[in-house]
């Protein structure tokens, strides 16, 4: 099952309101590639949709713990499925590397192979992975600037 459709029945629906919603899909999209490259809202590529529309989505979603509800229950489904491991392991030792080293591909993406084979599945568990790591980096930031957003309220009363 592809990463998009794991979060479907997640994910809050149209109270229809407002008229139909964007495809959630593409809106997720740009809301991952902001949190990934850093980009202004202003700035997003046209591929995902109106820029005021992901901000909307993503400033919504923040509010309402949409955002943290996504992560606890798809970190609960790949719990259940016992793909997460949750040892953890601490070292304090400091690698300093050049700027450029940073996301650094070395090898290039695996080539498709046919469906049930064992490599299949585990693309399909890395996809997983790759879903929960971006969501706990999109709640990290939306922690971050809440904290911000908290702190510069209350300084400025």
Not at 21 to 42: K, S, Y
Not at 46 to 69: M, N
Not at 121 to 150: G, I, M, N, P, Y
């Amino acid at each position: 099952m592809r990463r998009r459709e794991r979060l479907r029945p997640f994910l809050p629906v149209s109270n229809r309101r407002c008229g139909r919603w964007r495809d959630q899909r593409q809106v997720i999209d740009g809301i991952l590639h902001r949190v990934r490259t850093g980009v202004q809202w202003c700035a997003l590529p046209e591929r995902f949709g109106p820029w005021k529309t992901v901000y909307e989505r993503h400033r919504l979603w923040s509010a309402d713990g949409t955002w943290e509800r996504l992560l606890q229950q798809v970190q609960a489904e790949a719990d259940a499925a016992s793909e997460i491991d949750w040892d953890i392991s601490v070292n304090s030792t400091v690698v300093r590397a050049h700027q450029h080293a940073a996301r650094a591909r070395t090898d290039p993406p695996p080539a498709p192979s046919p469906k049930g084979d064992a490599q299949t599945e585990h693309q399909d568990e890395t996809l997983r992975q790759s879903l929960v790591a971006r969501l706990v980096e999109v709640v990290l930031k939306v922690r971050l600037w809440a904290a911000r957003a908290a702190g510069s309220q209350a300084s400025s009363t």
